[in-house]
């Protein structure tokens, strides 16, 4: 387990102390799995609040000279992701996909993950992730319009156990250390309660 921090380009020149220094955003790196072309980054984005806690998952390809030619991204909910760890584990596993998006002033952006169970193969499991051009339908749902990234990874049983295993205990380990702070985050207060109906 790492932390990276990373200093944001656009301010790295400014001196300590001024108003507009350098922002600098640490993330934990949960998990980490490098292949000859491929490696996958698993970070900490877990929250208080249940609804923005992620677990963010990051597929980069690389050529000969270790220099990044694509990055995918995709953050996952921690509910879901932890019963996809959940199934792994425990050999029930099959196929998961998650839908999510987001919009900025450039547009909606759509990012698709999946992550599906193929025994034939000698490394049956196989990570995909998806980053396009969205579209925002009724609801808040982003729907991918065109995908303009797309890179897969393959795992071993092994490698895709030792994934789940890491990240699902980073998890639980994470909510334990902070299960009083969650509590005070969900809980809700109603108005003119006094207390449970006789």
């Known amino acids: ?22 922002r600098e955003i640490s993330r934990v790196q949960v998990f980490k799995h490098v292949t000859k072309d491929r490696l996958i980054d698993v970070g900490d984005m877990l929250h208080l ?4 806690s992620k677990i963010a998952f990051t597929l ?25 760890c959940w199934d792994i584990l425990h050999g029930t596993f099959s196929e998961w996909t998650d839908y999510k998006g987001s919009s900025t002033e450039e547009g909606t952006q759509a990012r698709v993950m999946t992550l599906r169970k193929d025994p034939k193969y000698r490394q049956p499991f ?6 396009g051009r969205g579209e925002t339908m009724p609801g808040g749902a982003v729907k991918m319009v065109q995908a303009t990234d797309t890179l897969t990874l393959l795992l071993s049983e092994w490698d ?39």
């Open 1 to 22: 387990m790492a932390v990276i921090s990373v200093m944001d380009a656009g301010r790295k020149g400014n001196r300590e102390g001024s108003r507009d220094a350098g």
């Open 49 to 52: 609040e249940s609804r923005r």
């Open 160 to 198: 895709a156990r030792r994934m789940a295993a890491t990240i699902y205990d980073y998890i639980r380990d994470w909510e334990t250390v902070h299960f009083r702070r969650r509590q005070e985050a969900q809980t809700i207060i109603l108005a003119g309660s006094d207390g449970p109906a006789h």
């Open 60 to 84: 980069v390809a690389f050529d000969e000279n270790f220099k990044s030619t694509v990055r995918v991204r995709h953050y996952a909910d921690v509910s879901d992701i932890k019963l996809v």
């Open 126 to 131: 196989v990570i995909k992730i998806d980053n």
